[in-house]
């Protein structure tokens, strides 16, 4: 196959992705136009049961975005005023706003140097600061699996125990991934995920999920998303203040195709991610090899020093990156506020400065592939 222009180079390439799954989609497509039930059509219960049986869990409730899913798992859990969640500082705003959002106090917590997930050290730090200042709860924390690679769940969960904190995995990077050899959305007490398109299982346009095993937390999460209407809807007596946050019918059906797809395009981004590491190791730091599992790869995500530099100089050669995060929680302007962990964020602080995420979308070519790396492996020895 043909590979593309330099300047033709995109992060990541819908069009060939769309290209690959051929009439599928536009066929998903024109069918909801035709029975024309855009809200909570049958697509979307269709791919409820289809998500649960992918991760393995007895209910997923679709919604409107992943920032949706988190909101809607704390406010079923009724967590709020006076409550802290333990919530990484180097993840994307979302995780923190939620908690926020609630009226709950995201106290923000250091990250490990190798994997870039929650740091068990730091959380019991942060959570022993917490209980000793008595000003609020311990009632949850949030294991984001961050670049697609599940958090070290074997180390959170007994924490968590200890302290009767409730669970809640973002899996918004890394549905799709495994745990050891679960399928990522069953290892905390909820799961979060997210359809936002360049997330490894996107749709074509905002949506998001909560997968969960408890029957009650999901039948309080399906009654928040339609504004707390008893069910069945449209009987307009609202039991709850809720949402809308409903997932579209034409992203379901966009969601079903893709569902199909899904495993084969992570088997390839992790093809894509062993070439980088085996090219790249001897110049950059390459993400460390996850034991057991597999990540999802949503982000192939190398550490360089002189980090803004490089993606300046490999920008002129025509190869897109992108930076994930520039800014750790604890440095954004909204967020500075809350509390964090005792020692600080040294981790998240530097990660913030060395990180650059590679294209790694399951259509790129390997011709792509090589002159990329060929372009890193030059610059870094030039000391671009
Ligand atoms: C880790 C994480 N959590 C939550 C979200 C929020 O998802 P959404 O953009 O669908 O609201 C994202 C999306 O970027 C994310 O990366």
Known sequence: MSSTAPSDLRFVDFQAQRRRLGGRIEAAIASVLA???????????????????????RHAITCASGTDALLLILMARGIGPGDA???????????????????????????????CNL??????????????????????LLAVDLFGRPADYAALRPIARAHGLFVLQDAAQSFGARWRDEPVGGQGDAAATSFYPSKPF???????AVLTDDDGL???????????ERRPAACYEHIRIGLNSRLDTLQAAILLVKLGALDQEIARRGVLAARYDEALADRVEVPAPLAG????????????QG???????????????????PRPLHRQPAFAHFPSAPDGLPVAE?????????????????ADQIRIIAAVRDLVAKGA
Do not use: M, N
Request: aromatic fraction near 6%.
């Open 35 to 57: 029975h024309g039930r855009f809200i909570l059509g049958p697509e979307v219960e269709r791919l409820e049961q289809a998500l649960a049986d992918y991760a393995r869990v």
């Open 85 to 115: 969640v333990f919530v990484p500082g180097f993840t994307f705003a979302a995780c923190a706003a939620a908690v926020a959002l609630v009226g709950a106090t995201p106290v923000l917590v250091d990250v490990e140097p190798a994997s």
């Open 119 to 140: 740091a068990p050290a730091s959380l019991g730090a942060a959570i022993a600061a917490v209980r000793q200042a008595r000003r609020l709860t311990p009632r949850a």
């Open 202 to 208: 996107g749709a074509y346009g905002d949506g998001g």
């Open 218 to 228: 999901a039948e309080e999460v399906r009654l928040l998303r339609t504004h707390g």
């Open 293 to 304: 599992g597999r990540s999802a790869w949503a982000q192939y995500t190398i550490r360089v």
């Open 307 to 325: 980090r803004d530099r490089l993606a300046a100089a490999l920008a002129r050669r025509g190869i897109p990156t992108a930076v994930h995060y």
């Open 350 to 366: 530097t990660l913030a400065r060395r990180v650059l995420s590679l294209p790694i979308h399951p259509d790129l070519e390997a």
